[in-house]
């Protein structure tokens, strides 16, 4: 990732000091900063809106369902957003009363240069969090508890499979920034890796996570002490994003090489996310049950 990040620094002209200081550099250039006022704020959360609204306008051509209801775009409440992420997706209320929505945090807007927000937006969002709950929110015939996101390695793993397709679906293209952005991103899955075992089983310091984090990732001080603050209340947590993810890229790769001419990317993900929340095992049973269903030339049942 490392390695990656630094030749797309370098073709855009950033070479001089580590990764990690390039990317902090860029983070507070003000070409990709807005105001940090009310109307820099609003442009913020316009600007969420509009990647969404992109994103949103694609997902036909990838899925066969949808969610019924648009996403929402709002703000963190100001009595929550010190110790909130950058974002975070709340779903929707069971009897549709509320929509799901994307919170964005604008404690400062400082905290969010511009070529960071696609691959937020993509996680939390669409085809992110909000397509995986909403879907299942709308399943027919589950128990309750199969439509909520209990499981972190499928829910947090489905998020990074979702910004790891949006660059597959060409949407980084032309962004060079925006690509370092999903980069970042990645580069933030892996070291988190490293702050959680530290933390729980090598006997780190909570100082010593956040230093170890800020200097390989290039973050801020202030979002990387939320981040790592959650990892002390969660052990393990930060491990089942990449977990998760892999295991979904392993499947759909195995599906594609098992099935050739025959594999659908819709089909995929109709196997994945409308069968409710389920661990990874049984997930990877159900896949081999449409592969083999697939192969033969019938429908599996979800």
């Not at 690509?179 to 090598?202: I, N, S």
Request: aromatic share 8%; glycine share 8%; net charge negative.
């Amino acid at each position: 990732i490392d390695a990656e990040m630094d030749a797309l620094l370098d073709s855009q002209g950033l070479t001089e000091g580590t990764v990690a200081e390039r990317m902090a550099a860029l983070a507070t250039d003000p070409r990709f900063l807005l105001p940090n006022t009310d109307e820099g704020r609003a442009e913020l959360l316009a600007k969420y809106n509009a990647i969404l609204d992109d994103m949103n306008a694609r997902m036909p051509e990838y899925f066969r369902t949808l969610p019924p209801r648009k996403l929402a775009v709002e703000r963190v409440p100001v009595s929550a957003e010190k110790g909130s992420a950058k974002a975070y997706y709340s779903p929707a209320a069971m009897d549709g009363s509320r929509a799901g929505t994307f919170y964005a945090n604008l404690r400062d807007t400082g905290e969010t240069p511009t070529w960071g927000m696609k691959t937020l937006a993509y996680h939390e969002g669409i085809p992110g969090h909000h397509f995986q709950i909403a879907t299942a929110q709308g399943l027919k015939g589950l128990p309750l508890i199969r439509q909520q996101p209990i499981y972190s390695a499928y829910s947090e793993g489905w998020a990074l499979y979702a910004e790891r397709l949006a660059a597959e679906i060409g949407l980084y293209e032309d962004d060079p920034f925006g690509d370092l952005g999903r980069l970042q991103a990645e580069m933030f899955r892996a070291v988190r890796l490293v702050a959680d075992t530290g933390l729980h089983a090598k006997g780190w310091t909570r100082e010593q996570a956040i230093d170890y984090m800020v200097q390989t990732t290039g973050m801020n001080v202030e979002e990387v002490t939320s981040e790592v603050e959650r990892y002390m209340a969660l052990p393990g947590q930060a491990c089942a994003y990449k977990v998760g993810q892999l295991k979904i890229l392993e499947l759909r790769d195995r599906a594609r090489a098992e099935l050739g001419d025959k594999f659908d990317l819709k089909g995929f993900h109709t196997v994945v996310l409308e069968n409710g929340a389920v661990p990874l095992t049984v997930l990877e049973r159900l896949v081999d049950e449409w592969v083999a269903a697939t192969a033969a030339g019938r429908s599996s049942a979800s």
